[in-house]
């Protein structure tokens, strides 16, 4: 090895060397100052070539050569601070600057084009992604490629490509459907025929199928080193905009690639005036493309027409400054459609027409998930290795500075956030190189390593599943609804409840096999949750019977739509992987089909130990025990009930235990159960049951249902219903002296719950005791009727003996009637706080004095209420707010109040009646204060 052929990179990771000196030129082999590109010129016969290689995936890619002949003796150097412009110069003194860019190699139908030397690897990543050197099929070429195009459109798929010879080569493809036969083969493509030079292609693109446009020049040794140039051609130097048309005479054969037979002929040719920085076609206009020439100014070239010299410069149809990546685009999907041109310069900014869009843009490309290809979203990459997805719409309508915060991630945001506007490229410097359109909705990434990895933005995906509901496609969205995890409830919060309900009939129809209802969740928060599932399974269930009656219409014939429908162990084992196996274990048996309930245990893995016996069980019990046994394990509660009530009399004991296991359902038992012995026994239990419970009155009325008398008596008393007791008393025509007693029991059992008006009625209508009647009816402070009943038995000195009792009372404390004025506001609340207090606990025996002894209970719960009142504490405002309500004059003691100046005044005392009112409004004053 010559160590004076060895070149290091820059870097320092890699020596190049040639092995075979004779074909290397002496010390012409040098690496960029980026080292990502080695060139060399290498001789062959009787020329030289300066070929450019790069290193990807572990292989090296011969991706430019430029021929020049022999004598001119070519040499050339890297610029030391633009890694990808080259210098030639040839001892003629001709100087040439080539920049070179690095051209994403994946056309908008997806298709991977990699340039390697005089091959063509061919890839569509729609069917494989695999990376480069591995490709589907590839096409080899008499010399090395240096430019290509690719045209596809209404089925054609053709490719146009130019050589190191100057020679051009068109290919036709077949149908993208048959591209997977092509696997691993590879096609030799033959150059066109053509009667004058082409020149050398700077830019080529097609016009239409038969119609190519290309930029070439004329006049430098290295574009007619081939031919034997004529007087005509030899006028010809500079740069020239050709319009090339193609014919094939061979013909087309399905499922192969035409190769050969091609013809080329110049149709039109034009002298451009400046440097040409790249072209587009139009997609708004056949036979028309966008071309940009040095500066960033653009025209449009129209077939047959030429240029159109349109002023463009206050035009928004160019850029602010040169952009070697351009792409000229469709958008308006929901308005008038327009072009839009985007430019990438080699700052990284993003041109939109005359606006920068974004300034550290490092790729982009284009999505679209409509049938025309209508660009809808922009897929762009930042040099912070930042993915953003940007709606046209938000372009148009100027929001996407402050949609996309000028596409700059701040870190001192926080980091989580809900709605955040990007994606993290894991890889530092991967590249976008191409964009699956409509459902695939992903995006392809090359890292500088040489992998690629295909991503699924969210963005995307969610718009392709809106696409695809608003064109009623619910199969695809479903689809991609499980694929890419999304949430069930999309598919029927994005239509609305009412139009899912209503297309239900089309959902089933196209969703035969794979139809999944258990991820339906009631998230919409606009519907009740389990309306909303309860109305989707119900529409999706009547679209099933629907189906099912069409298919029992069709079974008998023979329509071919037949042999589409899954079998039912299809079904049945797509069901089990999709749902709980014991869940659909149960659904069989409760169809009470015991031959489905064993093929789904089978079809489920379960060990027949587990299942067997018990369905050998069921299967030799009558019809009826069999329903009874299988509800039963299943807790259908209410059909169990009807099933064993089928059975006969003779489970009637089972029918009470279930009954009495589960009390829910003894309404049910009732109509189910029409023997009156039978529902006597049931309604006594259900008594049994709701005296267990302490529903004593609802108990009471159970038993009378029953004619349990005894029982029922014993529920009245149990929940202190007196007149109830007494009324079953008198069913039950007990003695007189059997209903004195138990009207004796009753009284002393009021008068110890503190209900003295009660009492005062059974000592009055049972007892006769008048006497006692009238204490308590006094007692419960019910003044008028003590004086209706007293003068009724003539007892007008029981009243007269309480009121002389209450004087006699005063002047024990050293007061008077006539001193009842002086009292105090206090002593006078305290007066009507206990008449209050016995309003509201009446178990207390309260004595006629009502003054002393509601004295005694307000300082009672004052001192109760005092513990309970801490000072500072969070609850002290809302406790001294209840304790002052509490002070306050009920609507009780309100009507005591009145009953109490009405009796006194019946007495004849109207001075002490108007004292004592105004006692009550003086409390009331002083809780007002308060």
Request: aromatic share 8%; proline share 3%; with cysteine.
């Amino acid at each position: 090895m010559d160590p004076s052929l060895l070149e290091w990179m820059p870097s320092g990771a890699k020596i190049a060397t040639v092995c075979d000196r004779k074909a290397l030129n002496e010390e012409l082999l040098k690496w960029n100052c980026s080292s990502d590109l080695l060139a060399a010129v290498v001789r062959s016969g009787n020329y030289d070539s300066v070929k450019i290689w790069s290193f990807s995936s572990n292989h090296w890619y011969l991706k430019h050569e430029i021929k020049y002949p022999r004598k001119d003796g070519v040499r050339f150097m890297w610029d030391q601070t633009k890694s990808q412009q080259l210098i030639c110069w040839s001892l003629n003194e001709q100087v040439t600057v080539y920049k070179f860019i690095w051209v994403t190699a994946v056309m908008d139908e997806s298709t991977a084009l990699v340039i390697d030397g005089s091959n063509i690897l061919v890839t569509p990543l729609s069917l494989f992604l695999m990376p480069p050197p591995m490709h589907l099929f590839s096409l080899n070429f008499p010399n090395a490629v240096r430019e290509m195009a690719f045209y596809s459109m209404n089925g054609k798929n053709h490719l146009a490509v130019f050589l190191s010879n100057n020679c051009l080569c068109v290919a036709e493809f077949p149908t993208p459907d048959a591209w997977e036969s092509l696997e691993g083969k590879e096609f030799s493509v033959e150059p066109c025929a053509s009667e004058t030079p082409l020149g050398s292609f700077v830019h080529i693109i097609w016009l239409d199928s038969h119609m190519l446009l290309a930029v070439s020049h004329h006049g430098f040794s290295n574009s007619n080193c081939y031919f034997q140039t004529s007087s005509n051609e030899d006028r010809l130097l500079g740069y020239y905009l050709q319009e090339i048309e193609l014919t094939c005479s061979e013909d087309n054969v399905s499922g192969l690639l035409t190769c050969s037979g091609w013809h080329a002929k110049v149709s039109y040719r034009n002298l451009l005036e400046g440097l040409v920085m790249g072209i587009a076609p139009n997609p708004a206009k056949e036979c028309s493309t966008f071309v940009q020439f040095d500066g960033g100014e653009v025209s449009e070239f129209t077939s047959k027409s030429g240029i159109n010299k349109r002023d463009f410069k206050h035009d928004e149809l160019r850029f602010s400054s040169s952009c070697p990546w351009m792409n000229v685009v469709l958008v308006g999907a929901t308005e008038p459609s327009k072009v839009l041109l985007f430019g990438l310069d080699d700052m990284g900014w993003l041109h939109v027409g005359r606006k920068i869009l974004c300034s550290n843009c490092s790729s982009f490309s284009f999505y679209s998930n409509l049938a025309d290809n209508i660009i809808t979203h922009l897929i762009l990459a930042t040099k912070q290795d930042l993915l953003f997805i940007v709606d046209i719409s938000d372009i148009l309508h100027g929001e996407s500075e402050l949609t996309y915060e000028n596409f700059i991630h701040i870190g001192s945001k926080r980091k989580e956030e809900e709605n955040i506007s990007f994606i993290n490229i894991w890889e530092r410097g991967a590249k976008i190189i191409g964009v699956l359109y409509g459902d695939e909705a992903a995006v392809v990434l090359q890292t500088n390593r040489g992998n690629l990895e295909c991503i699924c933005p969210r963005k995307l995906v969610l718009v392709s599943i809106v696409n695809a509901l608003n064109q009623r496609r619910f199969r695809d969205a479903l689809l991609m609804v499980r694929r890419h995890r999304i949430d069930f409830n999309v598919i029927v919060d994005y239509c609305g409840l009412q139009m899912f309900n209503q297309s239900a009939s089309e959902f089933v129809m196209q969703e035969q096999k794979n139809l999944l209802t258990n991820d339906f969740k009631g998230s919409d928060a606009s519907i009740d949750a389990n309306d909303k599932v309860s109305s989707v399974l119900l529409a999706i269930r009547r679209a099933l019977e629907e189906q099912v009656i069409r298919e029992m219409e069709l079974s008998g014939s023979s329509d071919p739509r037949q042999a589409h429908c899954p079998s039912a162990e299809e079904a049945l084992k797509n069901l089990l992987w999709l749902s709980d196996s014991e869940a659909v274990f149960e659904a069989a048996l409760g169809l009470y089909d015991l031959n489905l309930a064993a093929i789904v245990a089978l079809n489920s893995q379960r060990d027949p130990k587990e299942f067997l016996p018990f369905l050998q069980e069921l299967e030799h019990m009558p019809m009826l025990l069999m329903h009874y046994n299988i509800d039963l394990r299943l807790h259908w509660l209410e059909k169990v009930l009807k099933h064993i009530v089928s059975a006969g009399d003779v489970h009637f004991s089972d029918c009470m235990n279930l009954m009495k296991k589960n009390p829910q359902i003894f309404p049910l038992g009732l109509q189910l159960i029409t023997d009156p012995t039978r529902r006597g026994q049931v309604l006594e239990a259900w008594g049994d049951h709701l005296s267990d419970e302490k529903c004593f009155e609802d108990a009471a009325a159970t038993y009378l249902c029953c004619v349990n008398l005894q029982k029922a008596l014993k529920a009245n008393r149990e929940c202190g219903n007196w007149s109830g007791v007494l009324t079953v008393a008198g069913l039950l025509k007990l003695e007189k002296s059997e209903v004195m007693q138990l009207a004796h029991e009753l009284y002393e059992e009021l008068q110890a719950l503190g209900k003295p008006g009660d009492a005062a009625k059974i000592a009055l209508e049972y007892c006769g005791d008048t006497n006692a009647g009238i204490n308590l009816l006094i007692s419960a402070r019910d003044w008028e009727e003590a004086l209706r009943v007293a003068f009724l038995y003539s007892r007008e000195d029981l009243v007269s003996v309480r009121r002389l009792l209450l004087a006699a009372k005063l002047q024990s404390e050293e007061r008077s009637i006539n001193d009842l004025d002086d009292d105090t506001t206090s002593e006078a609340s305290s007066t009507f706080s206990g008449m209050c207090l016995h309003q509201r606990d009446k178990k207390k025996l309260c004595c006629f004095n009502f003054l002393t002894a509601a004295s005694r209970a307000r300082d009672a719960r004052r001192q109760r209420s005092r513990g309970k009142i801490r000072p500072g504490s969070p609850g002290e405002e809302m406790a001294l707010v209840e304790h002052l309500k509490a002070m306050s004059l009920t609507a009780g003691a309100k009507k005591e109040l009145k009953s109490l100046l009405v009796s006194l005044v019946m007495l004849g005392e109207e001075e002490t009646a108007r004292k004592v009112q105004h006692v009550g409004e003086n409390f009331q004053l002083s809780y007002g204060c308060s």
